[in-house]
């Protein structure tokens, strides 16, 4: 048994707290408009998961810095974004907060509303402190939910951070309904982006051909479960993205990580054809149509691709 704090009362988070619960720990959940503050609902946590939105990474850190966070508390992060300011993984602004304590990434295809009707599933939960690991798995493991361990906390984060730009770029290929050969191109050809800029940043190769990435992206591209497909399913339908975002209601990850990377694909010269277009999209330049052809036109090429290319 351990005692579990999870931050975040979104829909992850809940589906992270309701599994801990059944499984015989004790957790309570923080929320920003809740009635607990921060210090007092982690003070006697053994594991603290983090499960909000990207944009409130970066100041829960401070938050929790400023609460004395335990150097022994074991920090999972659930997350998956990039930090617009800093580029950064939610697991490297945890690390570079909390030098002492281990850190754990949790990620997978893992959509909530599957998980709480208790359907199977899988994740990974990935760090470099073995016994941290262990501790998370029995937390979390269970009938339902299989819980592999990985030594690649950046890996496994950018897997389900990345696929969320494929996801919207698969929905609009649905949405324009360009057929099942188009939808296998698209998610075929965004693994070697995806592992560019996974390797740009650190991350092992093989990681990405496991739950947390292959695995993410197939359930992610696989329909309307995914916020993220729905983003790009409606701008193919002539949707405005505000309109999009209002009726979701909750979070599209994917929205901002395409414009982190862009900034970070411009100024390190990281050829992502697939998320430039998405980009565009997503800024209104470029009509859907006119996205699909800007990859149907580029120049012809091998399939085998250089990781370490270069614009
Ligand atoms: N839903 C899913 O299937 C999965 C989601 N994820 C990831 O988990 C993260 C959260 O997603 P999800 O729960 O679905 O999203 P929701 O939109 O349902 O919830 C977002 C949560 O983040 C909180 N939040 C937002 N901004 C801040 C902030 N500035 N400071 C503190 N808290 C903040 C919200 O608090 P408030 O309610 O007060 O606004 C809310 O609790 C995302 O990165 C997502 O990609 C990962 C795997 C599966
Ligand atoms: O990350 C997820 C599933 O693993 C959730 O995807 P969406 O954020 O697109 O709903």
Redesign the pocket.
């Known amino acids: 048994m351990a005692r579990v704090t999870v931050l975040g009362s979104g829909a992850w988070g809940t589906a992270l707290a309701r599994l801990a619960l059944t499984n015989g720990n004790q957790v309570q959940i923080w929320s920003r408009r809740g009635p607990s503050d921060l210090a007092t609902a982690v003070a006697d946590a053994d594991i603290v998961v983090s499960a909000i939105s990207m944009k409130g990474v970066a100041a829960l850190a401070g938050q929790l810095q400023a609460a004395n966070l335990k150097s022994s508390t074991i920090l999972v992060t659930a997350t998956?974004g990039l930090d617009p300011e800093t580029t950064r993984t939610p697991s490297k602004i945890f690390r570079d907060t909390f030098p002492d304590n281990p850190i754990v990434v949790l990620s997978?295809?893992?959509?909530?509303k599957e998980i709480e009707a208790q359907l199977p599933a899988a994740t990974v939960v990935a760090s470099t402190d073995v016994d941290a690991l262990t501790r998370v798995q029995q937390v979390y493991a269970s009938e339902t939910f299989r819980i592999y361990t990985s030594p690649d906390p950046v890996g496994a984060e950018l897997g389900?951070t990345l696929?969320?730009v494929v996801?919207i770029a698969v929905g609009v290929c649905d949405g324009l309904k360009l057929g099942s050969n188009a939808k296998a191109a698209l998610i075929t050809r965004a693994i070697p982006e995806m592992l560019r800029v996974g390797v740009h940043m650190g991350a092992q190769i093989e990681t990405f051909y496991g739950l947390s990435g292959l695995g993410?992206l197939l359930?992610?591209c696989d329909g309307t479960?995914?916020?993220?497909?729905r983003v790009g399913y409606g701008l193919a339908h002539g949707k405005k993205l505000d309109q999009i975002l209002d009726e979701l209601g909750s979070?599209?990850?994917?929205v901002n990580t395409t414009h982190v990377l862009i900034d970070m694909a411009n100024r390190e010269g990281i050829p992502v054809p697939i998320a430039r277009q998405v980009h565009r999209l997503l800024r209104g330049v470029i009509t859907p149509q006119e996205a699909v052809e800007g990859l149907m036109e580029r120049e012809l090429k091998p399939e085998a691709c250089d990781l370490n290319a270069r614009n």
């Open positions: 998956k997978g295809p893992n959509l909530s389900g696929k969320n996801a993410d359930a992610t479960l995914s916020r993220n497909y979070t599209a990850e994917g």
